[in-house]
């Protein structure tokens, strides 16, 4: 929250709320010496354009948060990636990377219903990881390594299977919370150099930037909101 900017008024990403104080940037910026500087928060807080559908426009939250991790860690195209998890958040990594041309992709979980839909977002391979033989199998796929290793569930157990996997200099790449505030690393079976990097929260201004990303994609129709939503439902008055 951002106590006081307007007459008390508090702001943060109003989820859910039946009211919000949205800070519009370039508006505030015509107010300096009124309410003072604009709030930070206040950069990642877009108009929709006219061509998105306001019902499917909720998926902007994650797929821009996910860009801008995606930005953040470097991930680059054609870069062999293995990402860990197929729920929302590691089918949203999977499809803007495959659009990105990031290849090949291969995503792990374990239920097979989740990796067929994570085939279907764009995954090049996929692996059960209920079996650690996954590890083997991404060996073969990729003999000298993954550059990028996503672990997008929050799990940092999953860190020291991901070392098996990472190429000499690659990268584990944690997004999210972790569930606890302590990892237990062995490092025995890592390459001499690695990077391990976490993502909790983009800063605003690379929010910003990923968002004009994500509307030029929809825009150009590269990007189909509609992908990502499984269910509609309708009020009642």
Known sequence: NYDGL?????????AQAEYGAVFDEFAWKKMQGVYGPAPEVGAAQLILPDYIDPVAAVMIITLREVLAAINTFGIKPNQPTVVYGCGPVGITFTKLMSILGV?????????????????EMGADYTFNSKDLSYIGKVRELCPGGV?????AVGVTDLINQAMELIADAGKICNYGVPANNSMNLDWEKVPYNWQLIFQQMPAFQDLTDATQQIFSLIRTGILDLKEFISDYFETKD
């Open 147 to 151: 550059q990028n290793a996503l672990i």
């Open 103 to 119: 290849y090949p992709i291969i995503a792990l979980d374990v239920k097979d219903d989740k990796l067929d839909y994570a085939k």
């Open 6 to 14: 307007i007459d008390g008024l508090n702001a943060a990403w109003g």
